[in-house]
C-alpha cells in the first residue's frame, strides 16, 4: 500500500510523491503513525533495502485482496506517473467507502472518472465481473490492464495464456483481437495481436514492447500497430502442428479419448491426422474454448 493516513493531523501521505524521499521518510516514521484510508486501522511505514517504501496493515485489512507484491506496487506508482506526464488529473489508491474497493489509481479525463486496476494475481471471473459492476454501480469507467507477469511467453511467439487471462482479449475498432498488458519491470506495455490459439492454453502472437513513455491514454484505448499477420509466425506454427501430428501426447483428456474414439470410429484414424483446415489461422479462433479441433464444441 502506497497511501496512508497520519493519525494525528489526518494529512494523506502518498509515498509516489517525489517529495519522500527515503530520508524524509525516515524522519517521519520517528514521529508520526499511521492509519490505513479505507480500513482506519493502523499501518506502519516499512522503509527497507530491497522494496520500495510502503505501508502495511498491522492487522488484516477488511478491504485490501490479495496480498500485494512490489511488482505491483512498481507498476502502480509508473502507470500513475504515465498520466500525470500526459497532464492527466490523477490519484493513487483511491478508495470509494460506498462499494468498499480501492482503485489502483483513479484519473479525470474529459470529464469521465476512470478507475484504472492493475491485475498481477488471478482472480475469478466473477469477482473480475463483481469489481467493475461496483464501479458501474456508482457511475464509474473502469479499465482493466493486466500484469504483464501473468503473459507466460515460451518461445519467440508462442506463448501460454489461462483462462484468466483470455478474459483480457479485446478489439480494436477493426474487428481485430488483441492483448495489451503492462509489465512494471519493462516499464512497458506489451501488446499481443494477430492471435492463434493452438490448444486450450497454447497461443500464437506477434509482440510489440511499447515503452510508456512513448503510448498516449488515447494510444492505449486502441492501439494503433495492432494488425491480422498470422503469417509471421507461420513456420513456428507448422512445426508446432507437426509436432501434434508425430508425436504421441503423453497426457489425454477424457473430452480428447471420446474425441479419438469417434474419429476412429466413423472415419478409421487417429486424432492426429484430422484434415489440416482443423487447424488454419483464423480471427475469431481465439474466441473458441476448446483446442482448434473441437470444431464442434458449444461451450462457449
Known sequence: ML?????????????ADP????????????TTSFICPSCRTPVQLKIGETRIPHFAHINTCSIQGEKESLYHMDGKIQLHDWLQNQGIKRELE????SIKQRADVVAEIDDETICFEFQCAKISEQEKL????????????VKWILGGNRV???????????????????L?????SYLLSYCSKLKAFILLDSIVPFSKQTIFANTTILPSSE???QQFLQPTNVSWEPVVFQKQWMMK??????VPKVHVSKKEKRLQALIYEQYGIPLTLVPSEAFIPLKEAWRLKEALYFMNDTER
Open 172 to 176: 480494436n475498432s477493426a474487428g481485430i
Open 152 to 170: 507466460k511467453r515460451l518461445k519467440t511467439y508462442e506463448y501460454r495464456f489461462n483462462h484468466f487471462v483470455w478474459d483480457f482479449i479485446q
Open 215 to 217: 503510448l498516449s491514454f
Open 241 to 246: 502442428r507437426d509436432r501434434f501430428r508425430n
Open 3 to 15: 497511501v496512508a493516513d497520519s493519525s494525528e493531523d489526518k494529512i494523506r501521505i502518498n509515498l
Open 19 to 30: 517529495r519522500w524521499t527515503k530520508e524524509a521518510l525516515m524522519e517521519l516514521k520517528k
Open 94 to 97: 483511491t478508495y470509494f467507502p
Open 130 to 141: 463483481a469489481r467493475t459492476n461496483g464501479y458501474e454501480k456508482e457511475q464509474l469507467s
